[in-house]
């Protein structure tokens, strides 16, 4: 491993912000705007979102790799998500619980960059989510009118839309852009396409939905027409308050180190943190000691729920842990706008439960599906062992006597250390500061590595050379222990080291379109209730001006909405919309 240029770079950072700090003018501001598939959800559904990050007029940047994005009631977070971004653009999902009460909700998305001014820059929407499995609500009111098409309102008060005096004016609309389905009206289970002509050729990105039109919204706006507009004049944005660099490599975790004597966050410059994913790749990041003891660990591609290691590694009988901190921003509690049904129709809001029900029952391992992703770390070691090539012996002392020169346990100040023959001319065993790993985890204490059964233990790998961590602490090798499930089993490790449970960004989930080529397909008994046929949040135009968007339809009947949102290169807004018919 080679020294991280991240200390350099972070300076760097550091000394323009201040330099610009009373310039408010120079200072580089982000925003993030927030797309969805549709404008009314039920609970249990699945909110689709695309995620795209601008300047302060709107025009897309590449700067932050994580969007956090949260549901939120008048103040406690229903829902949070990492969302992971790049060259501006991500894209995921959230499952609303079923157990979430009928309302209006509010739905925030900001950068890590974004908090050094606070939560009046976040995005900020309204989402609609109605309950159909019980009569628990919030913020809601049911009318009946029956002259009305079965509607939901979001009725806002005076400010609490958190209106921004625009000083950008209407922003050019593309309108140029067609979008044309191939047929009037469809069959149920049929292949259709969309048509989408007149593209830009400067086009940055566009997205495109197709969704059922069972329940209309008025009363409010999600387009990102509307969104750009209401971005503040440079001149009227305040000064950062805070201090939080932007997460252009991956996402950053942040902690604090605690003296377990004291319980109390101590500052120490003579120790180095460590963050690892235990598995079967080495996924280890060195932390960075910021003031006070805080820690800062910066970290690429670490996606889905998995389980994390902490430890703090002394040449000393000192120890310290690391507590780490949520990501996501502290929220004002602020009103929600009414949410008013028109509860007439409430047959079609039933059929779309129903069919969301079957949906689950019929189509749940279709509808969860992910993306793979490959792995970040490709370290190959000096040399492995497969313990099975060899005689198993009883004890690791056997192990490294019997067959693995390159590593041996020494005693030294009557405490064990597992030591790497550092290798090649005049080369001589490392002197206690060898790195030892088990499935990823650092061993702190050498004398736990010593007493583990090798019984457990499927492979081991010497690794030669000198590795810088943080710029700062030398290890003379790595010896890597890995157990054959990857899961460390019966390892005690030092009270210094902390094991639990992380949620990285999001894992890429894939948007399930069945096909219908065949006969049989068509005829297939398994029912079909997708009342989104298709979102596609990144539409590759490939440098054409013209494209066909595939997709199919379900066993839902009725009108549906098709819509089309993107942007330029220079930040002018491309937007479409039309309509379908399923018979």
């Known amino acids: 491993m080679k020294a991280n240029v991240f200390s350099i770079t972070l300076c760097f950072l550091l000394i323009s912000a201040a330099s610009f700090a009373l310039d408010k003018e120079k200072i580089l501001r982000e925003r993030v705007y927030l797309q969805t598939d549709k404008q009314v959800y039920l609970a249990g559904e699945l909110i689709w979102m695309k995620v795209l990050t601008t300047n302060q007029d709107g025009t897309p940047i590449d700067l932050?790799?994580?969007?956090?994005?949260?549901?939120?009631?008048?103040?406690?977070?229903?829902?949070?998500?990492?969302?992971?971004?790049?060259?501006?653009i991500g894209s995921g999902w959230m499952m609303i619980p079923p157990t979430l009460a009928s309302g209006s909700y509010?739905?925030?998305?900001?950068?890590?960059?974004?908090?050094?001014?606070?939560?009046?820059?976040?995005?900020?929407?309204?989402?609609?989510?109605?309950?159909?499995?019980?009569?628990?609500?919030?913020?809601?009111?049911?009318?009946?009118?029956?002259?009305?098409?079965?509607?939901?309102?979001?009725?806002?008060?005076?400010?609490?839309?958190?209106?921004?005096?625009?000083?950008?004016?209407?922003?050019?609309?593309?309108?140029?852009?067609?979008?044309?389905?191939?047929?009037?009206?469809?069959?149920?289970?049929?292949?259709?396409?969309?048509?989408?002509?007149?593209?830009?050729?400067?086009?940055?990105?566009?997205?495109?939905?197709?969704?059922?039109?069972?329940?209309?919204?008025?009363?409010?706006?999600?387009?990102?027409?509307?969104?750009?507009?209401?971005?503040?004049?440079?001149?009227?944005?305040?000064?950062?308050?805070?201090?939080?660099?932007?997460?252009y490599e991956g996402h950053i975790l942040e902690g604090k180190m605690i003296d377990f004597q004291t319980g109390l966050q101590v500052k120490k410059d003579d120790v180095m943190p460590f963050l690892s994913f235990p598995g079967d790749k080495i996924r280890l990041f060195s932390g960075a000691l910021g003031k006070n003891g805080n820690v800062v660990f910066n970290t690429k591609r670490i996606s889905g729920v998995e389980e994390v290691a902490t430890a703090v590694v002394t040449f000393n009988d000192d120890r310290f842990r690391i507590d780490i901190e949520s990501p996501f921003a502290l929220h004002t509690s602020k009103p929600l706008p009414v949410l008013t049904v028109n509860i007439v129709h409430k047959d079609k809001l039933r059929e779309r439960s129903i069919g969301l029900q079957a949906l689950h029952m019929y189509m749940s391992d279709s509808i969860s599906e992910y993306e793979y992703e490959s792995a970040l770390f490709q370290w190959?070691?000096?040399?492995?062992?497969?313990?099975?090539?060899?005689?198993?012996?009883?004890?690791?002392?056997e192990v490294f006597a019997e067959f693995i020169p390159q590593a041996r346990f020494r005693r030294i100040n009557d405490r064990r250390y597992l030591n790497v023959f550092t290798g090649g001319i005049g080369g001589a065993f490392s002197n206690a500061n060898s790195l030892v790993l088990l499935d990823g985890i650092p061993i702190l204490d050498h004398e736990n590595i010593y007493s583990y059964d090798p019984s457990l233990v499927e492979r081991i790998g010497i690794y030669q050379n000198k590795y810088f961590f943080g710029g700062r602490l030398l290890f003379n090798g790595i010896v890597s222990f890995k157990t054959h499930n990857r899961d460390y089993h019966g390892l005690q490790v030092d009270e210094a080291t902390q094991v639990f449970s992380y949620e990285g960004t999001q894992k890429k989930r894939c948007f399930y379109v069945p096909s219908y080529n065949t006969e049989a397909e068509r005829k297939s008994r398994i029912p079909d209730f997708r009342h989104t046929l298709l979102w596609n949040p990144e539409v590759y135009t490939d440098g054409k001006t013209s494209v066909a968007i595939p997709f199919t339809t379900s066993d839902l009947t009725g009108d549906f909405i098709v819509k089309v949102e993107g942007i330029t290169n220079d930040g002018r807004v491309v937007y479409a919309e039309a309509g379908l018919k399923v018979e």
């Open 64 to 88: 932050s790799k994580v969007v956090y994005v949260e549901l939120l009631d008048e103040s406690n977070p229903v829902l949070q998500v990492k969302l992971e971004v790049a060259n501006g």
């Open 106 to 247: 509010r739905m925030l998305a900001y950068t890590r960059y974004m908090k050094n001014e606070g939560e009046e820059v976040f995005f900020s929407r309204a989402i609609p989510i109605l309950n159909t499995f019980t009569d628990s609500s919030h913020n809601m009111e049911v009318v009946s009118k029956p002259d009305e098409p079965f509607t939901v309102a979001i009725a806002y008060t005076p400010n609490e839309r958190n209106a921004k005096a625009s000083g950008n004016g209407e922003n050019e609309i593309i309108r140029s852009l067609q979008l044309t389905p191939d047929k009037a009206a469809y069959p149920v289970r049929t292949a259709g396409s969309i048509s989408l002509e007149n593209i830009p050729e400067d086009i940055y990105t566009l997205s495109l939905s197709i969704y059922k039109n069972d329940v209309s919204l008025s009363g409010s706006s999600f387009r990102l027409r509307e969104w750009k507009n209401e971005l503040q004049p440079i001149e009227n944005v305040q000064p950062f308050t805070s201090m939080y660099i932007p997460e």
């Open 380 to 397: 190959s070691p000096s040399i492995e062992y497969l313990l099975d090539d060899y005689i198993r012996f009883p004890t690791m002392r």
